[in-house]
């Protein structure tokens, strides 16, 4: 079944260095999107990539989706405490088996953690 | 607008017993996903609903789970009866025009634990 695997499953790194967490999946996506969630949270909506771009900014966001190899990277660049959190990619495309649904699939996520 | 309105926050019951989370989503918002989260499967659709009608409940679990919504502002996930393997944190998200063109607002959460 498509699903978003995102790697590394953990990330450390100290405040202003620059931190890039990818996603892969297996099937043709009508998007791909981008969420963050804090410990105990619900999770918040980064960006959403179509399947007809390359590059989307946001901020200090930068996300590239590369539909050839299935696969999209985050990046957060200037990287701040703040930042700490787990991050999801979730894939979405129109389900083939039903008539009118889709399929949306997070992954399990990237722990970030930004070190003061 | 005060996003996703989930209820209970917190819940604890034992195994048998009758388990109701609630959801009020954005208002004018036409579709609603339930998601359960957990260490060891991260997250997972449930169900969703476009204009208070269920579309697909292939994520529901087993026949212990049912989700209704019965207006556009009110929607629940019941579990019964509970077990402890159903003790996980239940998201609830709302969009306008569905996930293929928009983001989705997340819920808090309700923490179940079923002892």
């Known amino acids: 079944s498509q699903q978003g695997e995102e790697d590394p499953q953990a990330l450390s790194i100290q405040e202003g260095e620059n931190a890039t967490m990818n996603c892969s999946y297996k099937?043709?996506?009508?998007?791909l999107q981008w969420y963050r969630q804090n410990s105990g949270r619900g999770l918040v909506h980064l960006i959403l990539i179509r399947s007809n771009e390359r590059e989307k900014h946001s901020g200090r966001l930068r996300v590239t989706l590369d539909t050839s190899k299935k696969s999209s990277s985050l990046l957060i660049t200037a990287s701040r405490a703040a930042d700490t959190a787990s991050y999801f990619c979730a894939t979405a495309a129109i389900h083939t088996s039903g008539a009118g649904s889709y399929q949306l699939t997070f992954g399990k996520g990237t722990k970030l953690s930004v070190i003061p | 607008d005060a996003g996703v309105i989930q209820s209970p926050r917190h819940e604890v019951t034992e195994m048998g017993q009758e388990v109701t989370l609630r959801c009020k989503p954005i208002?004018?918002?036409?579709?609603l996903f339930w998601y359960r989260q957990t260490m060891m499967r991260g997250l997972e659709l449930l169900i969703y609903f476009n204009n208070n009608v269920p579309i697909d409940d292939s994520g529901m679990p087993e026949d212990r789970f049912s989700a209704k919504m019965p207006n556009a502002s009110f929607s629940t996930l019941k579990i019964q009866p509970s077990e402890p393997r159903d003790s996980a944190v239940y998201f609830c998200?709302?969009?306008?025009?569905?996930?293929?063109?928009?983001?989705?607002?997340f819920g808090p959460g309700t923490r179940l634990t079923v002892l």
């Open positions: 998200a709302s969009t306008l025009a569905g996930p293929l063109s928009n983001e989705q607002f």
């Open positions: 099937t043709s996506i009508n998007n």
């Open positions: 208002s004018g918002h036409d579709y």
